[in-house]
């Protein structure tokens, strides 16, 4: 099994910036790719940013390029975050990280039911 912590959520005001981190433990072995997902009340969870194993991928959804950057660590991998700037009241939700092993080492997905586990979430709130 492999544990996902999320941690970093919070209030902020619109413009403001929020670090959401996401810690992998357990049985990470061999290459998986780590994604960022949100949900927001009453919508269906949604894809905000991924990142292959070696780092060298990215994907962001449309509503958050260029005011949001995925990155992981280089050497342990194991951690990977998500800087949010330009923070906007629809940026709120709920945020989940989740780590897919089923991708080589360059890949990364959008699709949700593509990743094997999932953090319990982290609240991120933009007040106007």
């Known amino acids: 099994q492999v544990q996902l912590v999320e941690s970093g959520g919070g209030l902020v005001q619109a413009g403001g910036s929020l670090r959401l981190s996401c810690a992998a433990s357990?049985?990470?072995?061999?290459?998986?790719?780590m994604g960022w997902f949100r949900q927001a009340p009453g919508k269906e969870r949604e894809f905000v940013a991924g990142?292959?194993?070696?780092?060298?991928?990215?994907?962001y959804a449309v509503s958050v390029k260029g005011r949001f950057t995925i990155s992981r660590e280089d050497n342990a991998k194991n951690t990977v975050y998500l800087q949010m700037n330009s923070l906007q009241p629809e940026d709120t939700a709920v945020y989940y990280c989740?780590?897919?092993?089923?991708?080589?080492?360059?890949?990364?997905?959008?699709?949700?039911?593509?990743?094997?586990?999932w953090g319990q979430g982290t609240q991120v709130t933009v007040s106007s």
């Open positions: 357990g049985r990470t072995f061999g290459t998986y790719a």
């Open positions: 989740a780590a897919d092993f089923s991708r080589g080492p360059w890949d990364v997905t959008p699709r949700p039911y593509d990743y094997d586990y």
């Open positions: 990142i292959s194993w070696s780092g060298g991928n990215t994907n």
